[in-house]
């Protein structure tokens, strides 16, 4: 599985990183272990990502995931507040992240951002 990010998810990432200094070692680690999991095993019944309805047609798939461990946010597990947003490329089989935020400062994932992007991509296949 491939992995790509917006370049918004990016800055996310870095913003998020000062406050939480394990993310991005803690986002390596989800990649690993829960996304590919979830895909390559289709453990469709997992607690911690979610499909984005609306936000899909025959080659994309929107994802959230609702629980990240961060190591910075000791005695929460996996109950961090921290959110990832991602599309799922399935004729590549690639993951494009959109965005991450903390739930405490962004209470729902932005769909405009995910079916522009899925929009755009459509336009230039």
């Known amino acids: 599985m491939k992995y790509l990010t917006d370049s918004r998810f990016e800055k996310e ?3 998020l990183a000062k406050k939480f200094r394990s993310l991005p070692e803690d986002f390596e680690i989800l990649k690993r272990f829960s996304i590919e999991f979830f895909h390559a095993a289709d453990a469709k019944g997992s607690n911690s990502i979610f499909k ?5 047609n025959d080659r994309f798939e929107s994802y959230i ?8 946010l000791k005695g929460k ?3 961090s507040g921290i959110r990832i947003t ?11 992240f959109m965005e ?3 739930k405490a400062d962004k ?3 932005d769909k405009e ?4 992007f899925i929009e755009r991509t459509r336009e230039k296949a």
């Not at 991602?86 to 494009?96: G, P, Q, R, S, W």
């Open 13 to 15: 990432l870095r913003t």
């Open 107 to 109: 209470k729902i994932e």
């Open 52 to 56: 984005i309805e609306g936000c899909c």
């Open 77 to 79: 597990g996996c109950k």
């Open 65 to 72: 995931i609702k629980k990240v461990a961060c190591k910075s």
């Open 86 to 96: 991602y599309v799922l490329d399935k004729h590549l089989n690639t993951v494009i």
């Open 100 to 102: 991450m935020y903390f």
């Open 113 to 116: 951002r995910l079916k522009e």
